[in-house]
């Protein structure tokens, strides 16, 4: 069942509420995206996947309330996961939980106006959808350019087409980093690059995280010579 805090009035409040939902739901279908896919066994009952305003996700039977206290997400999602490939599986659930989490942001807006509604959405719009996190279709395309022959760390070098060309950190210390990779997404929060944020690159996968979502401080990288994300590592150990 979800669970409901003090119900959100301002933009601001209901804002926040989402991106801890969502922040849920996005570790559900990438980091903990085993142990999701095992709790959605076909042979259960309609199952839901809920995420928490505490940043958590469940995977629960739906509310027994009639009406529910808020929307409910999608109904039996662990019918679906035999019957697909997992991946497109992954897809279809992120879908439906998007559509959740908008259907729960504006069930706390109805009292909004329509500039303040209009706010909301906007603060929503620049997050990446779930979808986007789970197909990597931002990340596969902007990610920023990689030498393969370029292992320093001691400082990012730049082509005359403003590459980055360091294989482990983002520079923070040009502006212009905003657009060049603003369509990059972490790899655990699904959030956007920032050029005032400290990021670093897995370098098997590739991927690029906020070093604050991976406790990994500018200082520690600098002891590292290959750094490996959660998600490799959790796999490396599988093998």
């Known amino acids: 069942m979800a669970s409901i805090s003090s119900s959100p009035r301002t933009v601001e409040e209901i804002f926040k509420d989402y991106s801890a939902r969502r922040t849920g739901l996005v570790r559900a279908l990438t980091y903990d995206v085993d142990e999701f896919y095992s709790q959605c066994d076909p042979e259960k009952e309609n199952l839901c996947l809920y995420g928490h305003p505490n940043e958590s996700w469940e995977v629960t039977l739906p509310a027994e309330e009639v009406p529910p206290e808020l929307p409910e997400p999608a109904l039996g999602v662990n019918f679906a996961r035999d019957g697909m490939h997992r991946k497109d599986w992954l897809s279809l659930v992120a879908v439906h939980s998007d559509c959740w989490l908008l259907s729960v942001a504006f069930y706390f807006g109805a009292r909004l106006n329509r500039n303040e509604r209009k706010r909301l959405f906007s603060l929503i719009n620049d997050l990446p959808t779930l979808f986007e996190v789970v197909t990597e279709r931002k990340p596969v395309k902007d990610k920023p350019s990689m030498d393969s022959g370029s292992k320093s760390r001691n400082g990012t070098k730049r082509s005359n087409e403003g590459q980055v060309r360091d294989t482990k ?64 590592s959790t796999k490396k150990r599988r093998q």
């Open 169 to 232: 950190l983002l520079d923070e210390s040009h502006a212009e980093d905003e657009d060049e990779h603003g369509e990059t997404l972490c790899g655990s929060c699904g959030g956007t690059y920032s050029a005032d944020e400290f990021w670093i690159g897995c370098d098997i996968c590739e991927r690029w995280y906020h070093g604050k979502c991976v406790k990994i401080t500018p200082a520690k990288a600098e002891m590292i010579k290959q750094y490996i994300c959660p998600s490799c």
